[in-house]
């Protein structure tokens, strides 16, 4: 029986907007907005949504690199939120994030020793000659030389780049990664590489990793369970085969209709997704996605659909299924 190594429950994470002279808050951000899910020991959960739906913001209010405005975060069964700075900082090295752009997240002026022997250092191996041993063992983890680790960030391909930015999250062998658009920054023939990596590093350190992606295309190869996000809010959650052949939510019904299939003669109903994502400091009332939604009814205007359990193991929140 696996047993959930994470568990959000209720996450909001709400950024206040200052204006004027004074200072005051003139609008609130809610960039995620109740969200609840949990993730099982060595699974993959993918979560996707158009930009701006709030992924990025619960994977740092996850780690609490942004502090949640309310909710439980619960690593091992332990409420992280209530944690003061010091055993915050010794539970870090069990979860880390890879970042979209590896460039932005390397220091350039650092060697590509320094930069994965940092988190070492931090977490206390404080002898040079152990962490270069380790540094030198993880870049051959991740399918990189010994003798790149004198090397600078500008001297790698934007792969060999993600691959030190998986190493240094390697570096002190943690138990959860979040990994945020890992590979939307790179070319299609490099993308499935790093997946794989990214697969066989699951297998090979027992990793569980959330996700996060853009499109579902990429979470469909590698995720165990999918989740979709839209304005602040989880939509729906299932099985990726579930997700994929019986999607319910209107939302996640468009974006899969926007996926390209390989077969083209292959008949598919296109949902055309009309209109901009609105505002998270002014959400539409009842269903967020009443301003886009193709089967909206009165009551998705006035009420808010409750995210709950529709089949087994499969979530949604949509009146439909009321
Ligand atoms: N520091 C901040 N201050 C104010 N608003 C913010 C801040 N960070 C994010 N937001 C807003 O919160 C919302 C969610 O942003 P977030 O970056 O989490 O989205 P995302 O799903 O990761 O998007 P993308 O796919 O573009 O990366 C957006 O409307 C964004 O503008
Ligand atoms: S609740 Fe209504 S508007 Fe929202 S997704 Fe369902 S049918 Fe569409
Ligand atoms: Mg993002």
Redesign the pocket.
């Known amino acids: 029986m696996t047993k959930p190594i994470l568990e959000v429950n209720n996450l909001k994470k709400y ?1 206040e ?1 200052k204006g004027g002279v004074f200072g005051k808050t003139v609008a609130e ?1 809610k ?2 907005d109740d969200v609840s899910f949990t993730v099982n020991e060595g699974e993959i959960l993918g979560i996707v ?10 994977g ?1 209010a996850i780690l609490r690199l ?1 502090e949640p405005t309310e909710g439980e975060v619960k690593f091992e069964d332990q409420d992280i939120t209530k944690l003061g700075p010091e055993e915050m900082r010794k539970l870090r090295r069990h979860m880390q994030i890879i970042f ?1 752009d590896p460039y932005a997240s390397l220091n350039p002026r650092h060697t590509v020793e320094k930069i994965v022997g940092e988190p070492l250092l931090v977490h206390g191996m404080t002898s040079a000659k152990e962490r270069k041993d380790r540094v030198q063992e993880l870049l051959e983890v991740v399918g990189l030389r010994a003798f790149h680790a004198s090397k600078y960030p500008h001297q790698f391909s934007g792969g060999q780049r993600q691959r030190i930015g998986i190493a240094r999250a390697l570096a002190n062998n943690p138990k959860l990664i979040i990994c ?2 890992p590979v939307s920054a790179l070319d299609v023939s490099v993308q499935s590489q790093i997946l794989n990596l990214m697969e066989d590093l699951r297998q090979e350190f027992n990793l569980t990793y959330v996700f ?1 992606a ?1 499109d579902l295309s990429v979470v469909k190869h590698i995720s165990d369970r999918v989740g979709v ?1 839209y304005l ?1 809010k989880m939509v729906e959650l299932a099985d990726k085969d579930e997700i994929y052949e019986n999607p319910k939510h209107p939302y996640t019904q468009a974006l899969l209709s926007a996926v390209p299939v390989a077969d083209p003669d292959a008949q598919i109903d296109r949902v055309i997704l009309e209109g901009d994502v609105p ?3 002014n959400p539409p009332s009842g269903c967020p996605f009443h301003t886009r939604c193709p089967k909206v009814m009165d009551i998705c205007k006035e009420v808010k659909p409750v995210f709950q359990e529709d089949e087994e193991q499969h979530y949604v929140a949509c009146h439909l299924y009321e």
């Open positions: 950024f907007i951000v960039a995620v949504g158009e930009s701006g739906c709030g992924k990025s913001t619960t740092k942004l979209q945020d658009e996060i853009h996000m602040g505002s998270p400091s």
